[in-house]
């Protein structure tokens, strides 16, 4: 049995050798098992990372990014400066290509796509344009892109789908109509159908010769067409793919992991950019004292969590930032020290009380986590390491609906908000305290550092300003980053040249089936 | 005016009250929920930043979710008489489109299971009736009771791991075909069997004491004779009646199978909707099933008569013996 299958294998290889090695297979339909319905394809309107595997096929970007040393490439802009100490920045745009409704990709639809952007509820991929004062076009294949103020973080934003590049017509189309893919960009595949609570299915632009500079293929997509059934339940997503009704599942969960290991299938994993999973905390209440929440930072034994309840493709975190995140730089302050928590509480004024849970002046030190139904696993966890510096972690989970009020509203000590992109500007989003600050922040310096970030003028001035504020997050105990997290699909053996973008988005467009 | 047609004229007037209390209640209902659906659908589309108020307004009153309740009311009721449910809060889909997508599979389904209850079932009470070792009988017996305690989301599991995994003859995914049809409409037979079994099994029992039983039995007719030429008819109200009700369980318990199966339809749909509170959705779903089981009830009132003379002539249900 296994020598006829080794004889196989050898054959199969035999046969690819072959052909010749670019033109390897081509054709056939590549089904995916995504884990929930994206409800909106327009990549200008969502950020949901389920709606970006499917819009990043259908738009180009005018950068992209590389995955491995986070660097800023050309893809349909061929030169890009920042110029005006970052307030502008001028792109020059490749020869020949088209949207796939035949209109070439020029100034005037750049232009189009992001004064549209701009006009967006500015919680998305609009926020990354922020101070937005125009796009100068200078001649069909030259303009530049004009803020307020400097934006260290605007070329990296090019590279993601919410900045993608869309046809002039497209802006004026209605947003409901986008949302449900009537839109047109000039991307490998083209959207086929799209139908709500079922599937999105996609197919291939026969005519595409543009890809990103890190593209091994050149030319069109290998793959005939994709579709993504939508596959909410963890456990249906596993078992197609097990029985081979589907060649690619999307977020394998920890306990099913190492049934993809080998036997005709594998895993395609990577630490997700950006902000790492943590304890976000409200400023407001008991953790107003910088000393409880300094406790809570000593009180989680990270290397324990993971071990316990996360997997292998997990990692303790080292910082507020994830070590695949551009700008990351380990720290060693998040140390597992139940003592120092102790000695903190002691010094805040909780004394131990009688069933173990600190009190102070018959206040019981209880804090109420709102979760999103479903709760994650790793919450319990987390619940009985803390109980055992004395601190109660009443799990309060509620349904996505209520936990957007609640959290709007402020009702809660906790909460866990982490944020993929590969760019340290997660930082504003999450600790800004002139931004939404969900969490109450005091003003402060570390303010600065985050508007420095955003305007360093260089490198290593960004450097500087990033690593400041992380210190600063870490040293006055404003989030306590638990862990890493990971995005982890399982693969049949069946699919070839299948990787991941910076974003950790599906590139589809090199993929095949073998 | 004769009986019948007053009969059939007061049943109609009830579905239709039905109808419309279902769609009150899911109004009020959904909007004494805690959380503004808007503001979760522009939130759940966030890179982690939530929308402003001034967003959450004008999407609000773009979908027409402003002005006074009653007013919002009576604009929803009206549309929905013209079939217009609106669109989808999260999608932007109009929902009479959702549903006559997912109308079809539901009803495929729906129907695959209730045919096979009442085959299996009729199979088993036949059979309970038929054994003679009272061990079997009593073994017989309490199969109803046995698969009526079996959750719907484990037997799919378990039908999963054996056909789908073990086996591989059927898909795990319920989307294509015939041959995703099977395993759903299994799961969701299965406890409808067991209710078509209890009741046929229990009023065949009584039905085969009667002395026009003994009868027939002293012409020289076999058991079996007496049981599918005579009792079978004679015991079937009962289980007819339970029919209108096996509906409202299918249409129930397609919400879970769906979801176990992954395959699109009415319950996948109001699944989703009712987790993000797209109230649209939710209330054209709602509508949609509660014609479907009123339309069942309505046919099984009108098969009683048709199988029980005694009904047709006073315009009432037999008293039950």
């Keep these: ?514 | 005016m004769t009986p019948v047609p007053r009969y059939l004229l007061g049943r109609f007037a009830q579905a239709v009250f039905v109808v419309w209390a279902a769609f009150t209640v899911t109004f009020v209902a959904i909007r004494l929920l805690p959380g503004d659906p808007v503001a979760l659908m522009l939130n759940g589309r966030g890179g982690g930043e939530a929308a402003s108020p001034q967003d959450i307004a004008r999407v609000s009153a773009e979908l027409g979710f402003d002005g006074p309740i009653a007013e919002q009311y009576l604009r929803a009721l009206a549309g929905a008489l013209h079939g217009d449910f609106g669109q989808s809060i999260q999608t932007g889909l109009p929902v009479s489109g959702m549903i006559s997508v997912a109308l079809p599979r539901t009803l495929q389904l729906g129907a695959a299971a209730l045919a096979l209850s009442l085959v299996a079932g009729t199979a088993l009470a036949v059979a309970a009736n038929l054994v003679r070792s009272p061990l079997g009988r009593q073994a017989l017996r309490s199969v109803p009771s046995v698969a009526v305690a079996m959750p719907s989301f484990w037997v799919g599991l378990m039908l999963i791991q054996l056909f789908s995994l073990k086996l591989k003859l059927f898909p795990s995914l319920g989307g294509d075909g015939l041959a995703g049809l099977v395993l759903p409409a299994c799961t969701l037979a299965i406890p409808g069997a067991a209710l078509v079994g209890q009741v046929l099994s229990k009023s065949l029992h009584a039905t085969l004491r009667e002395p026009y039983a003994d009868t027939i039995r002293a012409t020289g007719a076999s058991e079996l004779r007496v049981l599918l030429g005579h009792g079978l008819r004679n015991a079937a109200i009962p289980a007819i009646t339970i029919v209108g009700l096996l509906a409202g369980y299918v249409i129930g318990g397609s919400v879970v199978v769906e979801s176990v199966f992954s395959r699109p339809g009415m319950g996948q749909d109001i699944f989703f909707a009712v987790t993000t509170q797209d109230l649209p959705v939710v209330q054209g779903v709602v509508v949609v099933a509660s014609v479907a089981f009123v339309a069942v009830n309505l046919a099984v009132d009108l098969l009683c008569p048709v199988l029980d003379p005694r009904i047709r002539s006073t315009g009432r249900q037999a008293v039950a013996r």
């Design chain 1, 1 to 514: 049995m296994r020598t006829a299958r080794i004889l196989g294998t050898a054959l199969v290889l035999a046969a690819v050798a072959a052909c010749s090695p670019s033109q390897a297979t081509t054709g056939g339909t590549l089904s995916i098992a995504t884990q929930a319905d994206p409800t909106c394809l327009d990549p200008q309107q969502t950020g949901q990372l389920v709606s970006m595997d499917v819009s990043r096929s259908l738009v180009d970007t005018l950068t992209d990014q590389d995955p491995k040393t986070g660097k800023i490439v050309p893809w349909l802009a061929e030169q890009f400066t920042a110029l005006d100490g970052g307030r502008k920045f001028k792109f020059v745009l490749r020869q020949g290509v088209t949207f796939s409704d035949g209109t070439p990709v020029d100034s005037a639809a750049v232009k189009a796509t992001f004064d549209q952007l701009v006009k967006l509820p500015a919680n998305g991929a609009p926020a990354y344009i922020r101070g937005y004062t125009g796009t100068t076009v200078i001649d069909p294949r030259t303009f530049t892109v004009d803020f307020t103020t400097p934006n260290a973080q605007f070329l990296q934003a090019t590279s993601g789908a919410g900045l993608g590049i869309l046809s002039t017509a497209t802006a004026k189309k209605p947003l409901a109509a986008r949302c449900r893919g009537d839109y047109v960009g000039s991307g490998p595949y083209v959207l086929d159908h799209y139908t709500a609570n079922q599937e999105v299915v996609i197919k291939k632009r026969p005519d595409y010769a543009w890809p990103s500079s890190l593209s091994a293929n050149r030319g069109a997509a290998a793959l005939e067409q994709i579709r993504f059934a939508f596959v909410p339940e963890d456990g249906a997503r596993t078992t197609a793919l097990r029985s081979g009704q589907v060649q690619l599942a999307t977020a394998i969960q920890p306990t099913d992991q190492d049934l993809f290991q080998g036997n005709g299938f594998s895993l395609l994993s990577a630490s997700s950019p950006g902000a790492v999973n943590p304890l976000s905390l409200n400023h407001k209440g008991i953790l107003a004292d910088e000393r409880v929440r300094k406790a809570l930072l000593t009180g989680i034994d990270r290397e324990e969590l993971v071990k316990a309840v996360l997997g292998s493709r997990a990692k303790p975190a080292t910082s507020v930032l994830s070590s695949s995140t551009p700008f990351y730089q380990p720290t060693d302050k998040l140390r597992y020290d139940p003592q120092a928590s102790g000695r903190l509480l002691s010094e805040a004024g909780w004394a131990p009380g009688s069933d173990g849970i600190r009190v102070k002046d018959g206040q019981r030190l209880s804090l109420n986590w709102l979760i999103p139904a479903p709760m994650p696993p790793a919450n319990e966890a987390v619940q009985q390491q803390l109980r055992k510096i004395g601190v109660e972690l009443k799990l309060n989970a509620v349904p996505p609906a209520k936990y957007v009020e609640q959290q709007s509203a402020g009702n809660f000590d906790l909460t866990a908000v982490a944020v993929t992109r590969a760019d340290p500007d997660v930082l504003r989003n999450l600790f800004y305290s002139k931004g939404q600050n969900l969490w109450h922040l005091p003003p402060s310096r570390l303010d600065s550092y985050l508007e420095q970030q955003l305007t360093a003028g260089s490198d290593a001035e960004r450097q500087q300003a990033v690593t400041n504020a992380v210190h600063w997050i870490i040293d006055h105990a404003d989030s306590i980053p638990l862990y890493e997290n990971a995005l982890v699909d399982g693969v049949s053996d069946q699919v070839k040249d299948l990787t991941l973008d910076a974003s950790l988005r599906l590139r589809l467009h090199d993929a095949r089936l073998g």
